[in-house]
């Protein structure tokens, strides 16, 4: 995120809650879509997210519903989001050093942050997920903020930087890889490779000091899984993405609001998604796509 933060859209832009739960209808009943989550910029923003989650919920008992958040804000929601129907949270923090952290976020809320992991905790989520992209002022410290999850049960996971920055100063050169990562753990813990969950999952695992703790990796650029990836995005003003990396794009909130069935609305959703390329160039990406990862969702 810039310093000053990224302009909000127009309310009217932005999907309603009866569309969000429409195009989670077709997706699920149609697309064979079998979890969702609510990412951002960051969701918390939305006055209306527990409503929405709970229609969410109304319509889809047994639906996964997870959230990744900023965890800003989380402290005071975490309760009536856990009773609205979220199931699972990953919470975005890259260190556990408040100078650190003020310095890489450009805001000096590590205490909020915690604030709302405690929050989320004394709600009954678990496992909470946390995750931490690698960057070269973070690196150093990777052990220290894993030491700290772990004391708090949390599930880490580092993700290597993506050029989807807002200040589109990404460059290869500055890239933290999985093996760097891995030989700063390895200083403090031995480090026993488990894979992943399933193969759609994003993050290869490690097994820490003999466990029970994990540690994952998520190396977009190093390690790509594009061949396994089963993730379709669709963005707050309804547009569909087939990769993070794509700016191909279909609008699908302004063929609701013409009218669309939900036959062609699922016909559109899977016209983009068929054509997915069967891979991206990983450290070839060195021009931004139009879209930040603020703008998109993780």
């Known amino acids: 995120m810039p310093a000053e933060g990224l302009p909000l ?21 149609d697309l064979g879509i079998d979890e969702v989550r ?3 910029g960051e969701p918390l923003v939305r006055r209306d997210l527990e409503k929405l989650v709970a229609t969410v919920r109304s319509r889809h008992a047994d639906l996964p519903i997870a ?16 009773a609205a129907g979220v199931t699972r949270l990953n919470i975005s923090l890259d260190t556990v050093d408040a100078e650190l952290f003020a310095q890489v976020t450009r805001r000096d809320r590590l205490a909020d942050v915690v604030a709302g992991i405690d929050a989320a905790r004394d709600a009954g989520f678990a496992p ?16 220290e903020l894993l030491n700290w999850c772990i004391a708090r049960g949390l599930e880490l996971r580092f993700i290597e930087n993506m050029p989807l920055d807002a200040d589109a100063t990404w460059t290869a050169s500055d890239l933290i890889t999985a093996a760097d990562v891995l ?20 993050a290869e695992r490690w097994l820490v000091d003999d466990g029970p703790a994990t540690v994952g990796i998520i190396a977009s650029m190093t390690r790509p899984f594009c061949r396994t990836c ?13 990769c993070l990396f794509s700016d191909d794009e279909i609008d699908l909130r302004t063929a609701m609001r013409s009218g669309a069935s939900d036959a062609e609305v699922a016909e559109l959703w899977q016209r983009v998604t ?8 990983a450290l070839g990406v060195l021009t931004h796509p139009r879209r930040t990862m603020g703008a998109i969702g993780g």
Do not use: C, Q, Y
């Not at 958040?69 to 929601?77: D, H, I, P, Y």
């Not at 068929?274 to 160039?281: D, E, L, Q, T, V």
């Open 9 to 29: 859209l127009p309310r009217e832009e932005l999907l309603s809650i009866d569309e969000v739960a429409r195009l989670i209808d077709i997706g699920v009943s």
């Open 38 to 40: 609510l990412t951002g």
């Open 67 to 82: 959230l990744t958040t900023n965890a800003v804000g989380l402290a005071r929601r975490a309760h009536d989001l856990r």
């Open 128 to 143: 909470i997920k946390v995750n931490a992209v690698a960057l070269r002022s973070t690196v150093s410290s990777a052990s």
């Open 183 to 202: 030989e700063e753990l390895s200083r403090h813990h031995r480090l026993s490779p488990i894979g992943r969950v399933d193969p759609g999952a994003p």
């Open 230 to 242: 089963d993730r379709t995005r669709i963005t707050a003003e309804g547009r569909v993405r087939p």
């Open 274 to 281: 068929a054509r997915k390329s069967a891979g991206h160039a």
